[in-house]
Nanobody, 121 residues
Framework: VQLQASGGGLVQAGDSLRLSCEVS????????MGWFRQAPGKEREFVAA????????YYPDSVKGRFTISRDNVKNTLYLQVSSLKPEDTAVYYC???????????????WGQGTLVTVSS
């Protein structure tokens, strides 16, 4: 499985952005897809997960209501819509694939290269 994240950029506080993650290679309906982010000097942080087959989602309280994860089964693409962005949302955002519906990075087997989101105040 190969993952290619895109859509990051420099935005202002309050703006919205949609991140994309193209999924290629052998995929499984049982896959779980996740988004994580990592700010400089900080640990990788979970922001969203979705079960590829049925679309059920999982968010931490820190982003609930502002971030929305979705997928397009036809285009084999994962999305993360981020709104009401804050400077503290500045980070490299990574998409990941695995088989466990979890907020922990370790069980995710495949990772994209990351896309940088910078939010100015």
């Amino acid at each position: 499985v190969q993952l290619q994240a895109s859509g990051g950029g420099l935005v202002q506080a309050g703006d919205s952005l949609r991140l994309s993650c193209e999924v290629s290679g052998r995929t499984f309906s049982s896959h779980v897809m996740g988004w994580f982010r990592q700010a400089p000097g900080k640990e990788r942080e979970f922001v969203a997960a979705i079960r590829w087959s049925i679309g059920s989602t999982y968010y931490p309280d820190s982003v609930k209501g502002r971030f929305t994860i979705s997928r397009d089964n036809v285009k084999n693409t994962l999305y993360l819509q981020v709104s009401s962005l804050k400077p503290e949302d500045t980070a490299v955002y990574y998409c990941a694939a695995g088989f466990v519906f979890t907020n922990i990075p370790t069980p995710y087997t495949y990772w994209g290269q990351g896309t940088l989101v910078t939010v100015s105040s």
